[in-house]
Structure formats: structure tokens, C-alpha cells
């Protein structure tokens, strides 16, 4: 991928070909930043732009040998370490290369969500295993193809396995030569500090809404009305903004799933109508059993945006709000049930349902205990 095709982020490229013409390449480094906004782009085309033997001040030549391998993400040189489904038969990230490659090159600003529909694992977690580190070690112990860098690229690195972050740190702290890690990740708290510490970092930020209008347009032939909500909407991610567009079935059963519980808390918390508590409670188990750990976090992240931008709605001024048609139309009703007695701590409930089941908690029973904190917060 060539430094020219990623949107936005013009700092961050020139820092990164500055780096790279004066001689000083940190042989491990974490770019991290929110999803969709271009991590795994500029980890992909600094890479490429590192070994290309005829790169300009700008950007890597993208006709050499070397550059077409890397543009089918196919150089001998280049490695990848990313999250999997461990079966009988796979537990390596190998086993799964030709799948990744696949969806990277369809889409360079791809999440998490993505990656475990491409593999088509909803309903299980991924990690990267303990016999990674083994893999990785074998690697890049071996040869180098050319004489440049052999680079690996470690996508969602806070979804290592303890034991094979513990063994990654020897190699972090003395590479054998001519080495470079990228680390690319969503959520650097979670990784280990001394991974973190033996890390370069360095934070990509959100796109402007205006670069990712005018990517959208450029890139997907859409009208600048519909360009500019998805925009609005995206908060500066290039992949929520096309998720926007698509208007997946994902999004509309969020929503539905966030009109449910909010409704019948209010009936149970409002009316005493506690034969919405029955529905509650099946609401809960639904969600665990129906949705994987990303979806319930996925839902999560989703309410936690609608409850302010309902509380928001309180204050009558449209330019603030960042709603469809028809989370604006539910507010009309809903938003008077958020206000400045309850919005934290509805806030602060769904984030803590979130942190636990990314930590791995029972998932029916965290999210039936965040209806019993939806009943009594939504009454005040």
C-alpha cells in the first residue's frame, strides 16, 4: 500500500518517511487510535515504503518487484500476527494468512468486527496463542529474502495470550538486526506495560470529518448530502462511515435491541409494570446466547452513544446531535428520561457492563444486572 492511498493522517506520513530517510527506524513501534481510522494502512505502506529499494521522499515507487509483492501482501519479508479461532486444526496465525490477506486487500481499514466475520467465528473469542511466539521466533530467526527489513506487523496485540506476550519480550528488547514490529492496536492499556514500554508510540488520530467526506465521495460515488451524514455519524472513522452507508441489519437490531431494553425498563421502573421485567430478563439471555463477546460490546458501545446524544437532544440544538432519522425520532419521546440526574450514571453502567465482558464475565449475568441499573436510574 502506497503512503498516497491512505486518507488523511499527513503528519504522521511525514514523520514516518522523515524517520526513514535520516536512518531512524525504532525497530518496534505501536500505532494505535480508535477503529477505521487508518492503522493498519500506515503500518502496511511504512512498510512497504521501509523496503522499497527505489522509494522517494514521499513515498515508496509502487512498481518495483519489491513494492508488487507488498501490494499482494505477499513479500517474503513481511509477516503478520493477528487474532484466530484455535480449532484442531489451526492455532496458528498461518492457517488463517490467505483469509487475512483476502479481506486487508478488500478493505485496508477493516476492524475486528470484520475479521471475525471473515473467518466466520461469530460466537467464539479470538486470541493470539502461546505457539505464535514460537512462529514468530522461528521467522525471523530465518534469513532475510533481501537485504532490507523483515518487518511483522502484530494486528490487535491486546488480544495476546499472557504467555506469549511474556516470551515476545526478549525478542522486543533484542531483535536480531534489521527487524521491525509494528504494533497496531485499539486498546494499548491492555497490553503489558513491559510490552509497552519496549514500544515507540505512536497515536493516530481520528480523521476530520472533512477528509472522510471527501473519501467517501472519491472513493464510493455517493452525493454530498449522504457523504456528510455518514461523516457526522462516523466520528472520525473511515470504517463506521462506510458501515453507515451500508446500513447493515447489524445497526438496525442494535437500535432495536436498545428500543427494548430502555422500554421496558421504563415500564418496570416507571409504570410498575413488572410484567416487563419478565421481558427483561429474556432480553438479557438473548443477548448472551445469540451474540458474540464483540457484539455485546459492539451494543454497548452503540447505547453508550445514544444515551448521550439523547441527553443532548434535551437541549434543542440540532448542530450537537449525531442521530439517524430514526434514533431522532425515538428521542423525541425518550430523551426527556435522560438528564443531568441520570446520564453519568447510565453512562458509567454501560461502560462497566462493556470492560466485563471483555474481561470475559458471564455475559447474562452482567447484562441482566445492567437492566436492574436501567429500572432505577431511568426513574429519577
Not at 75 to 100: G, M, N, Q
Not at 107 to 129: H, T
Not at 204 to 217: D, G, H, K, N, T
Not at 340 to 353: K, P, Y
Request: hydrophobic share 40%; aromatic share 8%; glycine share 4%.
Amino acid at each position: 500500500m502506497l503512503l498516497k492511498d491512505i486518507i488523511g493522517q499527513e503528519a504522521i506520513k511525514r514523520e514516518m518517511c522523515r524517520n526513514v530517510q535520516e536512518g531512524h527506524i525504532p525497530h518496534a513501534q505501536l500505532l494505535s487510535g480508535s477503529a477505521g481510522i487508518g492503522k493498519l494502512p500506515l503500518a502496511l505502506a511504512y512498510a512497504q515504503y521501509v523496503a522499497c529499494p527505489h522509494r522517494t521522499p514521499t513515498d515508496a515507487c509502487g512498481v518495483c518487484p519489491t513494492c508488487l509483492q507488498y501490494s499482494k501482501l505477499q513479500h517474503p519479508d513481511l509477516h503478520f500476527v493477528f487474532p484466530i479461532v484455535k480449532t484442531d486444526s489451526s492455532e496458528v496465525c498461518d492457517d488463517y494468512i490467505a483469509a487475512f490477506r483476502e479481506m486487508v486487500i478488500a478493505n485496508p481499514y477493516c476492524d475486528a468486527d470484520d475479521w471475525i466475520q471473515k473467518m466466520g467465528e461469530e460466537k467464539k473469542q479470538s486470541l493470539i496463542y502461546e505457539k505464535e511466539s514460537s512462529e514468530i521466533q522461528r521467522k525471523l530467526s530465518l534469513k532475510a529474502f533481501g537485504d532490507g527489513y523483515k518487518v511483522m506487523i502484530v494486528w490487535q496485540p491486546e488480544k495476546m495470550h499472557i504467555a506469549c506476550a511474556n516470551k515476545l519480550l526478549k525478542l522486543l528488547e533484542e531483535p536480531p538486526q534489521m527487524t521491525l514490529f509494528l504494533f497496531v492496536s485499539e486498546h494499548p492499556e491492555q497490553l503489558l506495560p513491559t510490552i509497552i514500554s519496549r514500544l515507540r508510540p505512536l497515536p493516530v488520530p481520528r480523521l476530520s470529518e472533512q477528509e472522510v467526506i471527501e473519501a467517501l465521495m472519491s472513493k464510493n460515488m455517493i452525493p454530498l448530502a449522504q457523504a456528510q451524514d455518514a461523516a457526522r455519524l462516523a466520528h472520525g472513522s473511515y470504517r463506521e462511515a462506510l458501515r453507515i452507508l451500508d446500513d447493515t441489519d447489524s445497526d438496525k437490531q442494535m437500535f432495536a435491541d436498545f428500543q427494548e431494553l430502555m422500554r421496558n425498563a421504563w415500564q418496570v421502573g416507571v409504570r410498575k409494570n413488572y410484567d416487563a421485567l419478565q421481558k427483561l430478563n429474556q432480553w438479557a439471555q438473548t443477548m448472551a446466547k445469540d451474540c458474540t463477546r464483540a457484539q455485546q460490546c459492539a451494543f454497548l458501545q452503540f447505547a453508550q452513544r445514544l444515551i448521550r446524544e439523547n441527553f443532548i437532544y434535551n437541549y434543542g440544538e440540532p448542530s450537537l446531535n449525531y442521530e439517524t432519522g430514526d434514533e431522532r425520532a425515538f428521542s423525541v419521546k425518550f430523551a426527556p428520561y435522560i438528564n443531568e440526574r441520570n446520564v453519568e450514571d447510565l453512562m458509567n453502567q454501560f461502560a462497566t457492563a462493556e470492560a466485563q465482558i471483555m474481561q470475559n464475565a458471564n455475559a447474562r449475568i452482567v447484562l441482566f444486572d445492567l437492566c436492574m441499573q436501567c429500572i432505577v436510574l431511568i426513574k429519577k
